[in-house]
């Protein structure tokens, strides 16, 4: 018998579909897979197992210092709204509150407002 091992984007994308996010499609940024909000990119592969999510600048540095193993940035990244997170460190209660958390940061805001009033039920 074969078991099918689960690639880290189709375990991102489980997780997105598994917390009910809204309007979110499967599509590319920068070549890589991604998960997209209304068109707009909240999540994308960076590689094999580093996952790119847009964060809120404090957020992100806050995280950064409380859990390195799991988030960090690279040069490229500094100063801009996205850390990169090691999937093989995190999980999946933890990425999925960061999944939550990069699609509010591109979700309209009313998208965001329904979820919100329909997760609170």
């Not at 809204?22 to 997209?36: D, H, I, K, N």
């Not at 799991?70 to 093989?88: I, N, Q």
């Amino acid at each position: 018998m074969v078991q099918e091992v689960e690639t880290s984007f189709e375990r991102v994308r489980r997780l997105a579909e598994a917390a009910g996010l809204p309007e979110t499609a499967v599509g590319t940024s920068y070549g890589t897979p991604a998960l997209l909000v209304k068109g707009k990119s909240f999540v994308r592969m960076k590689d094999a197992e580093t996952l790119v999510v847009m964060c809120a600048l404090e957020e992100k540095d806050m995280l950064m210092e409380l859990d390195p193993s799991l988030f960090f940035e690279t040069d490229h990244y500094k100063g801009w709204p996205a850390m990169l997170v090691r999937l093989s460190n995190i999980d999946d209660q933890a990425l999925t509150q960061r999944l939550i958390a990069a699609w509010r940061e591109k979700a309209p805001r009313r998208l965001a407002a329904r979820f919100d009033a329909s997760a609170s039920r």
